[in-house]
């Protein structure tokens, strides 16, 4: 059996919805389009309403279905500032993160997230692999340049970050996990 696998980018006063193979979601504008909330059904029935982000601003959310029928969805703060939450179809936080989501794997498994520090956009920081399924992380590790990352490539058990220019090496990580 396949999976629908839909993006969402909320704008403006746009109202959008969205599908798995067992739960559907929509993006509910009614409290405000800086501030939409996620509600979450399946067979029809609402089963959870998500505040992503409480009494914060969520204008431009991206809403995806993920490993598990969780729901990832992701926002910018400002400048070189992405936050990010990722829920159980029944409403429940599995993690928050603030850091930018660099790609997600082909199964939509894992997340390579990249935590700068202290909001410099280009220091060093942390990156992490998130698990889809759980929330967790399952790999991180202190890396410079990271910002200068412009593709991803997914390997059985390696992810490979590949540079914008060519005076900087690839980034490549090994995991334990296949990243299929």
């Known amino acids: 059996m396949r999976s629908l696998v839909v993006v969402v980018v909320v704008a403006a006063e746009a109202i ?3 599908q798995s193979h067992r739960f559907t979601f929509e993006v509910d504008q009614s409290a405000g389009k800086e501030h939409p909330h996620i509600v979450v059904r399946e067979r029809g029935k609402t089963i959870a ?3 992503p982000a409480p009494g914060g601003s969520t204008k431009n959310m991206e809403v995806q279905f993920v490993a598990g029928d969780n729901l990832l969805a992701t926002w910018s703060c400002g400048t070189s500032c992405e ?4 829920h159980s179809p029944r409403g429940r936080e599995l993690a928050s993160f603030s850091a930018k989501v660099l790609d997600l794997s082909p199964a939509r498994t894992f997340a390579v997230v990249f935590d700068g520090t202290a909001g410099e956009p280009f220091g060093g920081g942390r990156l992490d692999l998130l698990d889809m399924r759980t929330g967790r992380i399952i790999s991180s590790s202190e890396q410079n340049e990271i910002w200068n990352v412009c593709d ?6 390696r992810i490979t970050l590949l540079p914008c220019d060519s005076r900087t090496q690839p980034i490549r990580l090994r995991i334990k996990h296949n990243t299929g």
Not at 83 to 86: A, D, P, R, Y
Not at 152 to 157: A, G, L, P, S, T
């Open 152 to 157: 991803v490539r997914w390997e059985r058990n």
């Open 16 to 18: 959008a919805s969205a």
């Open 49 to 51: 309403r998500i505040d």
């Open 83 to 86: 936050v990010g939450v990722l």
